[in-house]
Each structure stands twice: as structure tokens, then as C-alpha cells.
């Protein structure tokens, strides 16, 4: 008999809840140290995502392997100001968390009934769609400048709100017209997520 996994999407809710909600507004509010808690978010959120979506012993090593390298290349980038890291950072969590988005699919597609803790990780699958699309506009707009009009030049090194509401508008398809894709790696970035979405 096919047992109902444990509630394991709530805490990955409640994790992807920091991130995209609570991390910008703290790095807003707070400078530095809410850009530090920002940044730290996405390393709990992978943290969690691991715990939470254990499945086979290939995809659990590797996820230690990718938390392992964004944790030591965040920590490089933030208390040594080594550039690169920050870009196998956000690329390492991108990956991680493109990676977590089809094992959470495939975790909700199991045949079954549909529960509540099934409902919490379609909800967890549409934020994990979103969430990569803003770090790719973030890379995108820190190392082609102008890419995006509407988001200023960051000072700090986290995971920016605009970033953020700028892939869930997209996600959305509402696109208020704010904050637009300038160039053809932009659009094409947008265009891949509104398909998505």
C-alpha cells in the first residue's frame, strides 16, 4: 500500500514564504543586514527543499553537493567580495531549484488522491517556477546592465523584491508595465516564462 508522504510541502511553503515575501521586505527595510537575510533565505530555502523533497539517493547527493557550493560561494561572495562566486552562487541555486521544481512535480503528479499536502506543493511548484526566472533577470540585469528598465542598480548582492514581482507579474501574464524587457535576452526570458505560466 501507497502511503501519503508526511506534510513535507508545508515547511517548503513556509521556507519559499522567506524568500520571495519576507526576505525583500527585510532588505528594503533593513540595508545590509535584511540583504544578508535575504541572501541567507535562498540557502535555507534549499536546505529545506532538500529535507523536505527526499527522494532517491542520486538526486539527495546532488542536492548536497549543489547547497554545499552555493553556501560556500555565497559566503565567499558576501565576507570576501569575490564576484565570481557570486555569479556559481545564483547559478548553483538556480540549478538547485529548477532541479527541486520537477522532483516536486513528479511528487504531486503520484497517482492518488488529492490531499492537502498535495495542494501545498502545487502551490510550492508555481513559486519555484517563478523564483528562477528572477534570478536569471537578476543575473541578466547585473551583467548586462539595461536589460530591464524600471529596477535600478542594486547595492546590495540578494535576490531583489523587483526581481521577484517582476517574474510573478510575468508568471502571471498581468504585466502592469512598470519594469520591461529591453533587450533580446529579456524578452526571450520573459516570452519562455509567460508561456509557462
Given at each position: 500500500?501507497?502511503?501519503?508522504?508526511?506534510?513535507?510541502?508545508?515547511?517548503?511553503?513556509?521556507?519559499?514564504?522567506?524568500?520571495?515575501?519576507?526576505?525583500?521586505?527585510?532588505?528594503?527595510?533593513?540595508?545590509?543586514?535584511?540583504?544578508?537575510?535575504?541572501?541567507?533565505?535562498?540557502?535555507?530555502?534549499?536546505v529545506?527543499?532538500?529535507?523536505?523533497?527526499?527522494?532517491?539517493?542520486?538526486?539527495?547527493?546532488?542536492?548536497?553537493?549543489?547547497?554545499?557550493?552555493n553556501?560556500a560561494?555565497?559566503?565567499?561572495?558576501?565576507?570576501?567580495?569575490?564576484?565570481?562566486?557570486?555569479?556559481?552562487?545564483?547559478?548553483?541555486?538556480?540549478?538547485?531549484?529548477?532541479?527541486?521544481?520537477?522532483?516536486?512535480?513528479?511528487?504531486?503528479?503520484?497517482?492518488?488522491?488529492?490531499?492537502?499536502n498535495?495542494?501545498?506543493?502545487?502551490?510550492?511548484?508555481?513559486?519555484?517556477?517563478?523564483?528562477?526566472?528572477?534570478?536569471?533577470?537578476?543575473?541578466?540585469?547585473?551583467y548586462?546592465?539595461?536589460?530591464?528598465?524600471?529596477?535600478?542598480?542594486?547595492?546590495?548582492?540578494?535576490?531583489?523584491?523587483?526581481?521577484?514581482?517582476?517574474?510573478?507579474?510575468?508568471?502571471?501574464?498581468l504585466g502592469?508595465?512598470?519594469?520591461?524587457?529591453?533587450?533580446?535576452?529579456?524578452?526571450?526570458?520573459?516570452?519562455?516564462?509567460?508561456?509557462?505560466?
Amino acid at each position: 500500500m501507497n502511503q501519503e508522504p508526511r506534510e513535507n510541502f508545508l515547511y517548503l511553503l513556509a521556507a519559499l514564504f522567506l524568500l520571495t515575501f519576507v526576505g525583500p521586505v527585510m532588505e528594503v527595510s533593513f540595508g545590509t543586514v535584511g540583504g544578508l537575510f535575504a541572501e541567507l533565505s535562498l540557502s535555507l530555502t534549499l536546505v529545506i527543499a532538500l529535507w523536505s523533497l527526499r527522494s532517491t539517493r542520486t538526486e539527495f547527493f546532488t542536492g548536497v553537493a549543489m547547497i554545499g557550493v552555493n553556501i560556500a560561494c555565497t559566503v565567499a561572495w558576501l565576507w570576501f567580495d569575490r564576484p565570481v562566486a557570486g555569479i556559481v552562487a545564483h547559478l548553483s541555486g538556480l540549478v538547485f531549484l529548477s532541479l527541486t521544481a520537477l522532483v516536486g512535480i513528479h511528487a504531486i503528479l503520484r497517482p492518488g488522491p488529492v490531499s492537502r499536502n498535495k495542494v501545498m506543493g502545487a502551490l510550492c511548484v508555481y513559486v519555484f517556477i517563478g523564483v528562477p526566472w528572477a534570478e536569471f533577470c537578476h543575473l541578466l540585469h547585473a551583467y548586462r546592465p539595461g536589460s530591464l528598465s524600471g529596477i535600478q542598480p542594486q547595492s546590495g548582492q540578494a535576490l531583489s523584491g523587483r526581481f521577484l514581482y517582476f517574474s510573478f507579474v510575468t508568471l502571471t501574464t498581468l504585466g502592469y508595465g512598470d519594469v520591461l524587457s529591453l533587450t533580446l535576452y529579456a524578452q526571450t526570458l520573459t516570452v519562455i516564462e509567460m508561456v509557462i505560466g
